[in-house]
């Protein structure tokens, strides 16, 4: 565990490793429960894996997510591929012309994107034993916007969802 926990420092800690090598560390099969809230309070919770493996291609890595169990099971064989290490710079194909753009960052993997009326930000935090995952969810549209004049115009969003998991290494 001392060799996964020093590359993940080095990782975090210096320049770009090259191509896919930052993700080392996060090689392997991961589950946990995500739990998903709106701000009104309401709750569910459904199992999630995630596993990181080398492909056929070397410079992609499988990415497959699963969410919930048994036949209800969602399966989503995604690919992760350097776009631009050194600038942190990652891509999410779906691969059904899907690609979503990632960046890498404090050991923090983050997309940003929209899709339909809805804003999202998704995160995976790689720590010593977990990988924590995260993703809010809002409305495209402002539900406010202040500021101006002397001050920068600020715009604001109805939060729709927050989901959040820590992972566990199996």
């Known amino acids: ?3 996964a926990l020093a590359l993940l420092l080095l990782v975090c800690t210096h320049a770009r490793a090259a191509s896919l090598d930052a993700f080392e560390p996060w ?3 991961w589950s946990g429960t995500v739990t998903s809230t709106t701000p009104d309070g309401r709750s569910f919770e459904f199992p999630m894996r995630l596993e990181i493996a080398p492909s056929d291609d070397p410079e992609r890595l499988d990415w ?8 209800s099971a969602q399966r ?9 290490p050194d600038a942190g710079h990652y891509r ?13 960052a404090a050991c ?4 940003v994107f929209e899709v339909n009326d809805s804003q999202i930000v998704t995160t995976y935090r790689f720590g010593d ?3 924590e995952f995260g993703i809010v969810a809002y409305d495209s549209e402002p539900t406010a916007t202040t500021g101006g004049g002397d001050a920068p115009e600020v715009r604001s969003y109805a939060v729709t969802s ?9």
Do not use: W
């Not at 989503?76 to 631009?84: I, S």
């Not at 927050?162 to 199996?170: C, M, P, S, T």
């Open 76 to 84: 989503r064989p995604y690919q992760l591929l350097a776009v631009d």
């Open 27 to 29: 090689l392997g099969m």
């Open 108 to 111: 923090t993997l983050v997309s």
């Open 92 to 104: 999410i194909d779906e691969r059904d012309s899907i690609e979503l753009d990632a960046y890498l």
């Open 162 to 170: 927050v989901q959040r998991a820590v992972l566990e290494r199996d």
């Open 129 to 131: 034993d977990t990988l």
């Open 64 to 71: 497959t997510i699963t969410y919930g169990e048994g036949e």
């Open 1 to 3: 565990m001392r060799t």
